[in-house]
């Protein structure tokens, strides 16, 4: 990942991240098995802000527990697949809706979670 | 401790195609198992490969991740402790090459970063991931 690629601010309240160029997969009939998937390249800018809705989420047996606010995210994209000649470019980052459900925060599972807890 | 950086591609990740699964799935799969078993000895690693290990029951369909929503956990790795973002359900629109306009977005159209720290290779590693 190119350095400052993704960007934290706020003390974790803001995530920002920008990468071009991505080396992704098209598999426009997932999840059929042994679904064509083509080359392609996708860039894309998404932007987290937090809310002031704190929570968290916490499941001991599954070993993980999130704290974090509620977010705001959008996100601007642009793909292409050379193999069939196709492009497309979102609407600019200020013109696509939010994501109908974003969380930002800090989680800790598995063993982490173990220690922690044991503690 | 170690610095990493993937990118593994939307579908193929969700789709547990190759680069998706391979991804997540360095920690000792069947698979990667067997590939291990064809290598000469001096390629082992002998701690195991030091790439993230996937949340085992999110493993239902092999694609070792689950839908953002509330209590869900965000992260797809196990053993981690960070900084984590997610969200779905995006919709919008868009142009295409054609200048046609285009929807995009599903209930599942789904985004997520995890950056911190991680358990592999019997030592704590560190990487920046995300879920495109």
Redesign the interface.
């Known amino acids: 990942m190119p350095a400052g690629a993704l960007q934290w601010s706020g003390g974790g309240r803001s995530a920002a991240i920008e990468m071009q160029d991505v080396a992704v997969i098209d598999q426009p009939k997932w999840p059929a098995r042994k679904a064509v998937a083509s080359p392609a390249r996708m860039s894309f800018k998404m932007l987290f802000e937090a809310t002031d809705k704190a929570v968290t989420y916490e499941d001991k047996a599954k070993l993980f527990r999130v704290t974090g606010f509620l977010a705001n995210c959008r996100m601007e994209a642009r793909v292409t697949v050379p193999s069939i000649g196709f492009t497309w470019s979102s609407d600019p980052i200020d013109k696509c809706p939010p994501a109908a459900f974003a969380v930002i925060g800090n989680e800790i599972n598995g063993k982490y979670y173990e220690e922690e807890t044991a503690r | 401790m170690n610095r990493s ?1 993937y ?1 593994p ?4 990740f ?2 547990a ?1 190759a ?1 998706g699964s391979a991804w997540l799935m360095q920690g000792g799969n069947a698979w990667a198992q067997a590939v291990a078993g064809m290598r000469s000895v001096s390629d082992i690693e002998p701690d195991g490969p030091p790439g993230p290990y996937p ?1 085992p ?1 999110l493993d239902k ?1 092999g694609s070792h991740n689950q839908p ?8 797809h ?21 054609k200048n046609e306009r ?1 929807l ?1 977005g599903t ?1 599942t159209t789904d ?1 997520g ?3 911190g ?1 991680y ?1 592999a290779a019997r030592a704590a590693q560190t990487g ?1 991931f ?1 879920h ?1």
């Not at chain 2, 953002?68 to 992260?75: C, H, Q």
């Open positions: 950086t990118f591609s939307r579908r193929g969700l789709a195609s680069a949340i029951w369909n953002a929503g509330p209590d869900l956990e965000p992260s790795i196990c053993h981690f402790k960070g900084r984590v973002a997610r969200c779905s359900g995006f919709s919008g629109s868009g142009t295409d090459g285009l995009f209930k985004y970063i995890m950056d720290e358990w920046t995300s495109i």
